[in-house]
């Protein structure tokens, strides 16, 4: 008798169990009818930006130079990029200085500044010759500055644009980049 008690309760639970999982499907397969209960478009939240996920970040961006170095401490973000061969152009390094600046600022929460440094190479000597350096902060570049930089192609800077990133150009820059 006790365990005919038993036996009920369990098949009762049981029972409860699949009707309140047939409930549910089905209120789901009703939101995903109904077009404002669907998600149209969802941004990419911006994450904290870590020593373990600083390589997986940077690994991604589509960026024309490669990188020689980067560092992250208190939210200062140094990065240079190395200018290797004579078929560089100055559109590259505005593209992958852009392309840094989005990645530090409108991808990651916890970046303030980016330090930003372009280096030529020499492959006989090993020796390294700056080019040009940034000093770009959070709160001093708009997406429309952003967007110029990006479709800047081989002309030089606007004063503007320098002052707002604190950019330093170098003679060899200058020499090799601008006289073009």
Not at 81 to 107: C, N, P, W
Not at 111 to 119: A, M, P, S
């Amino acid at each position: 008798m006790y365990g005919k008690i038993v036996f009920r309760a369990v098949l009762l639970a049981m029972s409860c169990a699949m009707l309140w999982a047939a409930i549910s499907s089905l209120g789901d397969s009703q939101t995903e009818q109904m077009p404002y209960a669907t998600t149209v478009f969802a941004g990419q939240k911006p994450v904290r930006l870590t020593e373990d996920n600083l390589v997986d970040g940077l690994s991604v961006l589509p960026l024309p130079l490669p990188l020689a170095k980067v560092d992250l401490n208190a939210g200062i973000l140094s990065v240079d990029l190395k200018v290797m061969d004579e078929e560089s152009s100055t559109e590259q390094v505005y593209r992958g200085m852009a392309e840094l600046i989005s990645f530090a600022f409108e991808h990651t929460s916890n970046v303030d500044q980016l330090l930003l440094r372009v280096l030529a190479e020499d492959r006989w000597l090993g020796t390294r010759y700056l080019l040009i350096a940034a000093d770009v902060r959070r709160n001093e570049i708009s997406t429309e500055e952003l967007s110029g930089l990006r479709d800047i192609g081989d002309g030089p800077l606007t004063e503007d644009l320098q002052s707002r990133m604190h950019v330093t150009q170098t003679q060899l820059w200058k020499s090799r980049f601008l006289s073009e």
